[in-house]
């Protein structure tokens, strides 16, 4: 992974992280304990990863380099070098009214205007450097900049980027979004954590050819050619009505193909029913959750293991219930009880029930807020990690294509780019139309 992908990957759980720490603040009517406890893990992660990490990383290569190279850069590296020497200060006057606050010495108004202050302030600053400072580099930096540059924010033993920072960067995050509230985490207790698999073999597993699917007269899907390999993560993103969930249902048998071939494991499956893919590893998580809302979320974990044995199935759930903390203390409940981040848990949780070969996510981060979007696709990535083959469905494309080995971009029922996740992240066309770039 190069320098800048990292870069604009941790703008975006800065951005995340203000955009809920707004919606907190401006749904504060009095401060709580367990919110105080959320703005402080947050303040934590900001000094940790922003003031100590992020910034000093940008000043001492990106930004050192960018000014031997160009004379334009200097104007507006000056005000970003400064808003990093600020940052410190400016999170200390957040923290010391935060106190106040809690002590009831501020109104808690008062503390959610310094709040949207500040995060205006870091998006402010993120914008500066995604527009201005991150093309400029592009076009101004040598290779040999390049090198030292990607040298220093990838090497695994350095104290800043390396691995320990990794591990303290999930333990913050899970940190907050189990202090966040309901409306913007996952509200669990615990975390957990599963062992990584050994890296999985690339044979195809998924193979589809020529594929067309119609409502009535219109054509939805015209002739599209995809393949995920086993181990594999892969992206299908668009815009709305791109056909990418029909794509999804198509696969998994529920909606009807009228040309074209689905390939999996090496078997035609085009004419097979919905439940016999199923039973032979094709799992859905469906767009929209779809979870069966009076029954208990145990029970809909059940309904999602109904074609395995039943000696495992105690086991699996449990294995659910370590990636997914929060199901577990409420396992009991009815489904229809839970938040909508709770309820794309339970959904994800209900399909990997029935042990996928390949697990098809339909829009998993729909409707939901910016800090348990991220939450999401920490789950994404754990599941890649362990070496599960993936197909993606997603309007997040920066998002879906940051995890993705590989990805197509779909319009209008026809596949009009593919290529590897960093690439299409990096082509200009698909920055303007997807990223808002």
Same mark, same amino acid.
């Given at each position: 992974m190069d320098a800048l992908t990292i870069i604009s990957q941790e703008h975006s759980n800065?951005?995340?992280?203000?955009?809920?720490?707004?919606?907190?603040?401006?749904?504060?009517?009095?401060?709580?304990?367990?919110?105080?406890?959320?703005?402080?893990?947050?303040?934590d992660y900001i000094?940790?990863?922003?003031?100590?990490?992020?910034?000093?990383?940008?000043?001492?290569?990106? =930004? &050192?380099? %960018?000014?031997? +190279?160009?004379?334009?850069? !200097?104007?507006?590296?000056?005000? $970003?070098? *400064?808003?990093?020497?600020?940052?410190?200060?400016?999170?200390?006057?957040?923290?010391?009214?935060?106190?106040?606050?809690?002590?009831?010495?501020?109104?808690?108004?008062a503390l959610a205007v310094a709040v949207k202050h500040y995060t205006d302030g870091l998006k402010g600053h993120i914008k500066t450097e995604e527009k201005h400072v991150l093309?400029?580099?592009?076009?101004?930096?040598?290779?040999?900049d390049w090198a030292e540059i990607n040298?220093?924010?990838?090497?695994?033993?350095?104290?800043?980027?390396?691995?320990?920072?990794?591990?303290? =960067? &999930?333990? %913050?995050?899970? +940190?907050?979004?189990?202090? !966040?509230?309901?409306?913007?985490? $996952?509200? *669990?207790?615990?975390?957990?954590?599963?062992?990584?698999?050994a890296a999985p073999t690339q044979p195809v597993l998924l193979k589809v050819e020529g594929l067309e699917s119609c409502y009535g007269r219109i054509k939805a899907l015209k002739g599209i050619t995809l393949e995920v390999r086993k181990g594999e993560t892969v992206a299908l993103v668009g815009a709305n009505g791109a056909g990418k969930t029909?794509?999804?249902?198509?696969v998994s048998g529920v909606q009807s193909i009228?040309?074209?071939?689905?390939?999996?494991?090496?078997?035609?499956?085009?004419?097979?029913?919905?439940?016999?893919r199923m039973r032979r590893g094709i799992c859905q998580s469906p767009e929209g959750r779809q979870v069966f809302g009076p029954l208990s979320i145990e029970d809909n974990l059940?309904?999602?293991?109904?074609?395995?044995?039943?000696?495992?199935?105690?086991?699996?759930?449990?294995?659910?219930?370590?990636?997914?903390?929060?199901?577990?203390?409420?396992?009991?409940?009815?489904?229809?009880t839970l938040s909508g981040g709770q309820q794309q848990m339970l959904a994800i949780g209900r399909a990997l029930m029935g042990r996928p070969s390949l697990l098809?996510?339909?829009?998993?981060?729909?409707?939901?807020?910016?800090?348990?979007?991220?939450?999401?696709?920490?789950?994404?990535?754990?599941?890649?990690?362990?070496?599960?083959?993936?197909?993606?469905?997603?309007?997040?494309?920066?998002?879906?294509?940051?995890?993705?080995?590989r990805g197509y971009v779909l319009e209008t029922g026809t596949v009009t780019l593919t290529g590897t996740g960093e690439d299409l992240i990096h082509n200009e066309e698909v920055r303007a139309a997807y990223l808002g770039m």
């Open positions: 800065m951005w995340r992280l203000a955009t809920t720490l707004d919606q907190v603040a401006s749904d504060l009517q009095a401060i709580s304990p367990s919110e105080t406890a959320f703005f402080e893990a947050a303040l000094t940790q990863f922003v003031d100590r990490m992020h910034h000093p990383k940008e000043d001492d290569f990106l =930004f &050192r380099l %960018l000014r031997l +190279r160009s004379l334009e850069a !200097a104007e507006v590296l000056d005000a $970003l070098e *400064a808003d990093h020497r600020q940052g410190p200060e400016n999170l200390a006057q957040l923290r010391a009214k935060l106190a106040a606050a809690a002590q009831g010495q501020l109104p808690v108004a093309p400029l580099a592009r076009k101004a930096l040598l290779p040999q040298q220093a924010f990838r090497t695994h033993s350095d104290p800043v980027f390396g691995d320990q920072a990794k591990a303290e =960067f &999930r333990e %913050l995050f899970h +940190r907050i979004a189990s202090l !966040a509230p309901d409306s913007v985490g $996952l509200g *669990a207790s615990s975390v957990g954590s599963l062992q990584t698999a029909t794509f999804l249902r198509a009228s040309a074209g071939s689905i390939h999996f494991d090496g078997e035609d499956i085009s004419k097979l029913r919905s439940d016999k059940r309904l999602g293991a109904y074609t395995q044995p039943k000696h495992q199935v105690a086991g699996d759930m449990e294995k659910i219930f370590t990636m997914f903390p929060i199901l577990k203390e409420k396992r009991a409940l009815p489904a229809g098809l996510l339909d829009e998993p981060s729909m409707g939901l807020a910016p800090l348990l979007v991220e939450e999401v696709f920490n789950v994404i990535k754990t599941l890649k990690s362990q070496g599960m083959t993936i197909l993606l469905v997603e309007q997040n494309a920066f998002a879906a294509l940051a995890i993705a080995d």
